[in-house]
């Protein structure tokens, strides 16, 4: 589609939702081109001029409106959007899939009510001082940009509660988010992050639980697709509640003597050989171990038979699966019955 004729998709888009009798408390100004798909799982190029479209595709909209979407609108820069004329009532900015390298200070300095600000998959190096003034800020999407290191000025952002860093450049945790798909090898400086209640390092390139014991508020815990071979390092979590350590290289189930409270546990894709060391978990209620090395299923009685909370056990793509297919499911549901669920499929009592 041509520039030409995009803009105008995008004006008669306007103009139709522009035409819709909705109370102006409630406005919303969503542009969204027509393009082909865009595979995000590839890393975007840091060089190179990129065909945008700068105008102003919100001229239509009353100045109350409060929230706003554009997005693959092909924009560059800010500037022409003119939106600090939405300042006293937009609260959420979605700017996704665009071509936005820079923050204008000028421009966000004045969206003091601001709540939440999406720029996922955009070009986006460094966030300077442009979001210092946003106090009311509690969500920012950061995901598919590049960024080399978590922004220093977070502290500028008292309401802050999710933040999210995934597939960026990031090589040292510096602060706190979703920080996914980066190139992360070491946990550390969460120190002073004593009321940190989620913790997401998936996809990066860890290779030891350490620098988690000041976390004790710490409630879910996601460090799938890493290079950890051992549970270690959780025993000052006594809240945790959730974890997550698939697709590693773990070859024992250990370190969860103070788990207690940990009501979803997922080792999948590991080399663990055994089902062990789990009787004591009493509120377990998702139990995920497929894709192991686990031989036979001896251990489901003394293990898990105890455990009155576990409804949902995975176990395929185990030795005790892939050499007893006939009766694997049934051998299960004799020693475990509290089960609803067994790998994908429901048993009788999961589906009444």
Same mark, same amino acid.
């Given at each position: ?39 995000? !799982? ?231 050989? @055994? ?48 050499? !007893? ?23 009788? @009592?999961?589906?009444?």
């Amino acid at each position: 589609m041509s520039t030409d004729s995009a803009s105008t998709a995008v004006k008669d888009n306007l103009d139709s939702s522009a035409s819709q009798n909705k109370p102006k408390s409630t406005a919303v100004a969503r542009v969204v081109l027509p393009t082909a798909d865009v595979d995000t !799982d590839e890393e975007p190029p840091e060089d190179g001029e990129e065909e945008t479209d700068d105008g102003d595709f919100l001229a239509d909209f009353p100045d109350d409106t409060e929230d706003l979407e554009l997005v693959h609108a092909r924009i560059g820069s800010l500037t022409g959007l003119r939106l600090a004329r939405f300042a006293e009532h937009l609260k959420k900015l979605c700017l996704r899939q665009n071509f936005i390298s820079q923050l204008d200070p000028e421009i966000f300095h004045q969206l003091t009510k601001l709540e939440e600000l999406d720029l996922y998959d955009n070009k986006v190096k460094d966030l300077e001082d442009a979001l210092d003034k946003l106090s009311n800020l509690t969500i920012l999407d950061l995901s598919f940009n590049l960024l080399r290191s978590v922004p220093d000025r977070l502290e500028f952002l008292p309401s802050l509660q999710t933040v999210y860093f995934v597939q960026n450049k990031i090589s040292k945790i510096t602060g706190l988010g979703h920080l996914g798909g980066n190139r992360i090898r070491k946990i550390e400086n969460l120190d002073s992050l004593v009321n940190l209640e989620e913790l997401w390092l998936g996809k990066n390139k860890i290779a030891k639980l350490e620098g988690l014991q000041n976390l004790k508020k710490l409630k879910t815990l996601s460090l799938q697709s890493n290079r950890i071979t051992k549970i270690e390092g959780l025993e000052e979590l006594g809240e945790l509640d959730q974890l997550y350590l698939s697709h590693n290289g773990i070859e024992r189930l250990e370190g969860l003597g103070n788990n207690l409270n940990l009501s979803t546990l997922d080792v999948g894709s590991n080399f663990i050989p @055994a089902i062990e060391n789990l009787s004591h978990l009493k509120n377990i209620e998702e139990l995920w171990m497929n894709g192991n090395k686990i031989p036979d299923l001896t251990a489901l009685e003394p293990q898990l038979k105890a455990l009155p909370n576990l409804t949902t056990l995975y176990l395929e793509a185990n030795p005790c699966q892939t050499n !007893d297919r006939s009766g694997y499911r049934r051998k299960i549901q004799i020693a475990l019955p509290q089960l609803q669920q067994i790998d994908a499929t429901y048993t009788r @009592a999961g589906a009444q």
